[in-house]
């Protein structure tokens, strides 16, 4: 996570959702919306990845509380600054593999934009972890790119890339879902397949479907053992 902590953070992170063109805020709002149908009134809710805290208030519209973890603190400061006025809504700096909860702790755990990828983490502990601090018949919600999505995404990272937010896009190496960077930036993807494999094993239902043509999203609730 260090590009994530330290260059690509806070208010330029800010900035790369703000520039997004059309389709990408589209892509943005439906996964949010999908989101939101899993979150009843009530419930403590976790995102992982939260970053600014960008989606932040729109959960916490029906959650009880909601905690938003990011090991950028430069984000983390910018959330502050702008979830101020959210009662109901934390955030803290925390790393997804080390999450400093009681088992069961959560109804719903978020972790979507591509942050299971985007992280650059052992992908099996991470939802491993997740899922120990999600309630038995709650929900871990983990969201890729849609391999359809893929020159929507590989333009918006052009445009990041031309106003220096990413670095150079190398072109030898960006392809098959994959987007590389000289500075050695990589962003990768997890697909429908990979979910399978990641998710096996686990005491959980799992169902993975695609959303708006641009997302991949993996559901796993935890069942009794």
Known sequence: MTYYSQK??????????ELAPPRIKQYLEAEVNHVQTKIHTGDWVLELGCGYGRVLPKFAVKAEWMLGIDTSLPSLE?????????????????????LSFPDQTFNCVVCIQNGISAFHVDKRALIAE???????????????????????????????????????????????GIISC?????????????????????NASV???????SSVFCEIIPTKS
């Open 8 to 17: 690509l953070s806070g208010l330029h992170l800010k900035r790369v959702y």
């Open 78 to 98: 910018v959330g502050l600054e702008e979830l101020q006025t959210l009662q109901n809504c934390s955030l803290a700096q925390m790393s997804g593999l080390k």
């Open 130 to 176: 997740s899922l120990r601090v999600t309630r038995t018949g709650g929900v871990a919600l983990f969201s890729s790119y849609s391999d359809k999505f893929w020159k929507d995404r590989l333009s918006w990272f052009e445009l990041q890339s031309k106003l220096g937010l990413v670095g150079e896009i190398d072109y030898n190496k960006t392809m098959d």
């Open 182 to 202: 000289k500075d050695g930036f990589t962003a990768t993807t997890v697909s429908s397949d990979d979910f399978r494999i990641l998710t096996a094993g686990f």
């Open 207 to 213: 169902e993975i479907l695609e959303i708006d043509e």
